[in-house]
């Protein structure tokens, strides 16, 4: 028998071959089937969600506004917790129709829906959009139990401002809005927080200039979400930093005492504190209530806020500038007396009018004051003294004094809209009315008419200025986040301080002696005075001299419009000036009859509360009160 060796030994080959090639096949099964293991059971959830098209969604958390306070420590803006709705559009497939959804759970009209698609359509696929807000738990509960139906809809808990003292403070404070296209264009601002459908901005008072820092930092979240726009889980977050705290100089005790008195007037009033230039009320009449921003306004409620005449969204104590009449008599006064041109005791005749180049310029007592010296020509608020000396002085150097004392200067306070006024040159004449400076601009301009411009803030700035002899300067804020805001302008005015005297006495005068012009609205020892003041009255028309031939016809008798602004500025007490104040009723006709008790009372009821310091902040205040 013969065995094949050649045969053996290949059949033997095979079968290790074999054997090597089953082990590697058996290895690898191995290997596969304890990663199916793994991703079958302990990373199915993780896998399964992927398969579901799951995505990390990052979103930004809105931070809590800042918070504004009056100079008592009180609230004058509060967060509420409110219920919100938002909208992805990439996730709700069909956003119309889940809008119509929605409708039936929640009180949307089709113009908030219409609203709600315009906003999707200008935002980013993936960025959610505020479809409702203001709402009730019931509404959220309903939503919530929905969920299945409505893809890309979330309930969210945010901030709503409110203003709970809000017709005192509608002027200083302001009021917030949703950001517009219009805001986005005209803002160099790129927070990402303002890409954000109806976030709210300030709009108008503080909470417009001081709106980056009462806005804060966002913060950021990732969430996990589904295909179906379902929050799976919340992977991280960080939170933004809170907007800044403010406290106003302003109390709300005197602020709507001073709005109380000026009920019925079209009218605006200034309160200072003359040592370091707080704003201890500023008021503009009438006025409005902020609350009624928040939400779409009414046609009644937006045309009476509109109205031509009375004006309510404008605040008139920084946007409103008048001829400051006769209360820029001592601004002309102490030109005089800085340029040695006049002394105390020179006197000037008026016999009722100026002859200037032909044409008369008259006093406003038509028979005239007689020989009248500074004081007197104060007391008397005789034109015809400042007709003399502002032809003397030259406009020239009125208008330095006047830039001295604040006039034609923009107040630096934390207000939108505030006005310098004007304080005119023979330049600015030639470069903006294409004319040469004549006699009778500067006739015009020593009585605080013609070009002559100023507003509430600035006439109480140049009272503060007269009655202090510092160069002070208005301060609105007193704490900006818990550091007490700078108190500018306490060096003295390059005034000589005994020229400032003799202008203070004759201001007392009007007041306090029988024959001033406001002796009638003198502030008694028992109301705390008294009281230096200097009554004005601005013409909004021109009397003919027809009219005057004929008899000037009063303010009573003629339209509102027509009539003449009402002024008066005064400071208190006459020996040691701590308060002072400007009043401007529009077409309020004499200063002395209406404008000059208005300050009385106000300037009564500031020295009653009297040196009240600042109310202590909350020390563990919240941005959200509920």
């Given at each position: 028998m013969e065995f094949d060796h050649k045969g053996d030994v290949k059949r033997s080959r095979l079968s290790r071959r074999a054997l090597m090639l089953g082990g590697i096949?058996?290895?690898?099964?191995?290997?596969?089937?304890?990663?199916?293991?793994?991703?079958?059971?302990?990373?199915?959830?993780?896998?399964?969600?992927?398969?579901?098209?799951?995505?990390?969604?990052?979103?930004?958390?809105?931070?809590?506004?800042?918070?504004?306070?009056?100079?008592?420590?009180?609230?004058?803006?509060?967060?509420d917790r409110v219920y919100a709705i938002e909208m992805v559009r990439e996730q709700s497939r069909d956003p119309e129709l889940i809008l119509n959804r929605l409708a039936q759970l929640l009180p949307l009209t089709q113009e908030d829906i219409d609203k709600a698609l315009a906003d999707m359509k200008k935002r980013r696929a993936f960025v959610p959009v505020t479809v409702a807000t203001g709402l009730e738990w019931e509404h959220i509960a309903a939503v919530s139990a929905n969920a299945p139906a409505l893809p890309g809809v979330t309930p969210v808990l945010g901030l709503n401002r409110q203003y709970p003292k809000g017709p005192e403070f509608s002027h200083i404070v302001g009021y917030v809005g949703s950001v517009s296209d219009y805001d986005l264009?005209?803002?160099?601002?790129?927070?990402?927080?303002?890409?954000?459908?109806?976030?709210?901005?300030?709009?108008?008072?503080?909470?417009?200039?001081l709106e980056k820092p009462l806005r804060g930092e966002a913060g950021i979240k990732r969430i996990e979400v589904n295909s179906l726009g379902r929050v799976i889980r919340e992977l991280d977050r960080k939170e933004g930093a809170s907007g800044v705290d403010i406290q106003l100089t302003v109390g709300q005790e005197l602020q709507t005492y001073?709005?109380?008195?000026?009920?019925?007037?079209?009218?605006?009033?200034?309160?200072?504190?003359?040592?370091?230039?707080?704003?201890?009320?500023?008021a503009s009449g009438p006025t409005f209530d902020s609350n009624k921003f928040l939400k779409p306004?009414?046609?009644?409620?937006?045309?009476?806020?509109?109205?031509?005449?009375y004006r309510p969204l404008v605040n008139k104590a920084v946007a409103g500038t008048y001829p400051p009449g006769s209360t820029f008599k001592m601004v002309v006064a102490l030109a005089g007396l800085e340029a040695g041109l006049i002394d105390s005791s020179e006197e000037v005749y008026c016999p009722g009018h100026m002859e200037v180049?032909?044409?008369?310029?008259?006093?406003?007592?038509?028979?005239?004051?007689?020989?009248?010296?500074?004081?007197?020509?104060?007391?008397?608020?005789?034109?015809?003294?400042?007709?003399?000396?502002a032809l003397r002085v030259g406009i020239e150097k009125i208008t330095q004094m006047a830039h001295k004392l604040g006039l034609g200067e923009r107040p630096n306070i934390q207000l939108p809209s505030i006005k310098e006024g004007l304080m005119p040159t023979k330049d600015w004449k030639r470069k903006v009315k294409k004319k040469d400076w004549v006699l009778g601009d500067s006739i015009n301009a020593g009585i605080g008419q013609g070009f002559v411009l100023a507003s509430?803030?600035?006439?109480?700035?140049?009272?503060?200025?007269?009655?202090?002899?510092?160069?002070?300067e208005p301060r609105l804020i007193n704490l900006y986040n818990n550091e007490v805001y700078p108190t500018r302008g306490l060096e003295p005015l390059d005034i000589n301080p005994n020229h400032l005297a003799i202008i203070r006495s004759g201001m007392s005068e009007v007041s306090?002696?029988?024959?001033?012009?406001?002796?009638?609205?003198?502030?008694?020892?028992?109301?705390?005075?008294?009281?230096?003041?200097?009554?004005?009255?601005?013409q909004v028309r021109q009397i003919t001299a027809a009219e005057r031939r004929k008899g000037v016809v009063r303010n009573e008798d003629l339209p509102w419009n027509r009539r003449d602004h009402a002024l008066f500025v005064a400071f208190a007490p006459v020996q040691n000036p701590r308060y002072a104040i400007s009043v401007?009723?529009?077409?309020?006709?004499?200063?002395?009859?209406?404008?000059?008790?208005?300050?009385?009372?106000?300037?009564?009821?500031?020295?009653?509360?009297?040196?009240?310091?600042?109310?202590?902040?909350p020390n563990n205040r919240t941005r959200e009160q509920t």
């Open positions: 096949q058996a290895s690898v099964a191995a290997v596969i089937g304890w990663r199916m293991h793994q991703l079958g059971v302990k990373e199915g959830d993780q896998y399964r969600l992927l398969a579901e098209e799951n995505r990390i969604n990052i979103q930004l958390l809105p931070p809590a506004r800042g918070l504004i306070y009056d100079r008592d420590g009180d609230l004058l803006t509060i967060n264009n005209e803002t160099d601002d790129h927070d990402p927080l303002l890409r954000i459908p109806r976030f709210k901005i300030g709009k108008t008072g503080i909470e417009a200039t001073t709005l109380n008195r000026l009920k019925g007037h079209s009218a605006s009033a200034v309160v200072m504190d003359v040592t370091n230039g707080d704003i201890l009320a500023l306004i009414s046609q009644a409620d937006w045309k009476e806020m509109n109205d031509p005449h180049a032909n044409r008369k310029f008259h006093c406003w007592k038509r028979g005239g004051h007689g020989h009248v010296h500074l004081r007197e020509a104060l007391r008397y608020s005789c034109d015809v003294y400042f007709y003399d000396l509430p803030l600035q006439l109480a700035v140049m009272t503060a200025r007269i009655a202090s002899g510092m160069k002070i306090n002696h029988r024959r001033g012009t406001a002796y009638g609205a003198r502030l008694k020892p028992e109301q705390g005075g008294p009281m230096a003041g200097k009554t004005g009255t601005s401007v009723v529009e077409h309020g006709g004499g200063g002395s009859a209406v404008a000059a008790p208005i300050a009385r009372d106000i300037m009564a009821r500031t020295i009653k509360l009297g040196d009240k310091g600042y109310g202590n902040l």
